[in-house]
């Protein structure tokens, strides 16, 4: 990531290679005109062009990016994104995008670090290829710069943009690199000493009485692993219970994904990687708040040990669950995550996992979904995501789905949906059997959590990280800070 620092500097005298100028309107746009309406700039929300400054700056290049008239922080922290991306074969660029208070500044910053990442870890450097230039430095134009809270603010951004990027890192390793217990290394060297880790191997699982996890990664040769991460301040103020899915690799098990639909199936532990490295986030922004994190991990193979459609499980909670359908097996681990954070008695409890192909479905690639039993909590969580940028959106458990949960002939609840509808709404009905009378939400990042497709915004080509920022905004509310 680019350091970034902030100046009262004006965009004429701000010495960089490229100079990043929102353009909001008339007023913005006057010195410039000419260059911009030969360029084609018509001011739409997101444009942008790149021209020679031609003496008007000290900055050699101009990128001029549009924004509304009153942007919001989301789009500044997309505009900031998209002018670093604008600004090739540069080492240093100058931001005025006319932050109207301290939080903009902080989405600037975010924007800038995680618009500047880059996923190059199994490239291979050609001998005598010339390196191509990076952004080192960013400076934030601002009045506030002298400021001590913009200056926390840039350092707030700095901690959430690194949890976001190391999330990103781990969804895009090469599930070969990342078994469970490899996982689970890459998570604790991480988390250093900010937080406490205990891991469960697949004996004490058993011991345990964790049939979930232990249901979904019999398949493997690697086995499966519960690793719990604890943040505990000296007085804090609620406990929040994260919870996440980490299949290293979803093959569907007996139930075989086609081998199209494998193909990015190193995605499927993002919901852990979120919770784990929004947990450190916490920790390393000394927020009051407790936080327990679970992280769920299991590779989902298929061998003359893996469980079969047909199978009983005992989960950690005593209930008994009637396996339909092995590429269903996210739920299965959750369960017993979730059963474990009950058992804790936190204030609220949040899951996060690419559970369901259904939800992407419902509401595209780039949205989540929230489902949970506590509307007011759901709302927070909303509330939460919004602040933070990132896209979610309510669903419902509706009542009929109690019923298809219990519907097993043989045990307490069946695993998969019996209709060929409601997918995602089945899934969070039987997740909710696990909570108790906590306040729980659901995040299904199924969509969101891999792009594809070309790198946008600050969204690069991957894992995104979705989730992270949601997690440390929902902290940040909850402990008041």
């Not at 993002?270 to 299991?298: E, H, N, S």
């Not at 906590?438 to 915004?457: K, Q, T």
Request: charged letters at 20%; glycine letters at 10%.
């Amino acid at each position: 990531m680019p350091t970034v620092t902030l100046s009262t500097s004006k965009p004429t005298t701000a010495r960089a290679d490229v100079l990043i100028l929102g353009i909001r309107g008339d007023e913005d746009k006057a010195e410039l005109a000419a260059t911009l309406d030969l360029m084609g700039f018509t001011g739409e929300k997101g444009q942008t062009v790149r021209f020679p400054s031609g003496g008007l700056a000290k900055a050699p290049v101009v990128v001029a990016v549009a924004l509304p008239e009153e942007p919001t922080a989301e789009d500044l922290r997309r505009a900031a994104a998209k002018g670093l991306r604008a600004a090739t074969n540069a080492t240093s660029v100058a931001v005025a995008l006319h932050p109207a208070g301290v939080d903009e500044v902080e989405a600037i910053a975010e924007g800038l670090e995680l618009g500047s990442y880059r996923y190059e870890a199994y490239k291979s450097t050609k001998k005598g290829a010339a390196k191509k230039p990076e952004i080192t430095s960013a400076v934030i134009l601002t009045p506030f710069a002298r400021q001590t809270t913009a200056t926390k603010a840039v350092e707030r951004a700095a901690t959430v943009a690194a949890a976001v990027n190391v999330a990103r890192d781990w969804v895009n390793t090469p599930p070969g690199d990342k078994r469970p217990a490899d996982l689970v290394e890459a998570f604790s060297q991480h988390a250093g000493n900010d937080v406490k880790i205990s891991v469960w191997d697949e004996k004490r699982l058993a011991k345990e009485s964790c049939g979930g996890i232990l249901g979904v990664g019999q398949g493997s040769d690697s086995p499966p692993r519960l690793m719990t991460l604890t943040y505990e301040p000296a007085k804090p103020v609620s406990h929040l219970a994260l919870v996440g899915k980490g299949i290293t690799f979803d093959s569907g098990g007996l139930s075989i994904k086609p081998g199209a639909s494998m193909q990015t199936m190193k995605l499927d532990m993002a919901g852990a990687a979120a919770v784990v490295a929004a947990t450190v986030a916490i920790a390393r922004l000394g927020l009051p708040i407790k936080v327990t994190a679970y992280a769920c991990i299991a590779e989902n193979m298929p061998s003359g040990r893996a469980t079969r459609p047909g199978d009983v499980l005992t989960m950690r909670s005593g209930s008994t669950v009637e396996v339909h359908n092995t590429d269903a097996e996210g739920r299965l681990v959750l369960a017993d995550g979730l059963a474990l954070a009950a058992e804790s008695k936190p204030d609220h409890i949040v899951d996060v996992a690419t559970l369901t192909g259904a939800c992407v479905v419902a509401l595209g690639q780039h949205t989540s979904g929230v489902l949970g039993n506590d509307d007011g909590f759901g709302e927070r969580v909303l509330a939460a995501a919004k602040t933070a940028g990132e896209s979610m959106w309510p669903l419902p458990i509706a009542e009929e789905m109690k019923g298809l949960v219990t519907s097993s002939s043989i045990a307490d609840l069946r695993q998969h949906n019996p209709k060929p509808y409601g997918g995602t709404l089945f899934a969070a009905a039987f997740l909710r059997e696990f909570v108790g009378d906590v306040p729980w939400a659901h995040l299904d990042i199924a969509g969101p959590s891999f792009n594809e497709g070309g790198a946008f915004d600050y969204t690069p080509v991957g894992g995104t990280g979705t989730g992270v920022r949601t997690l440390v905004k929902l902290a940040t509310e909850l402990s008041g800070s």
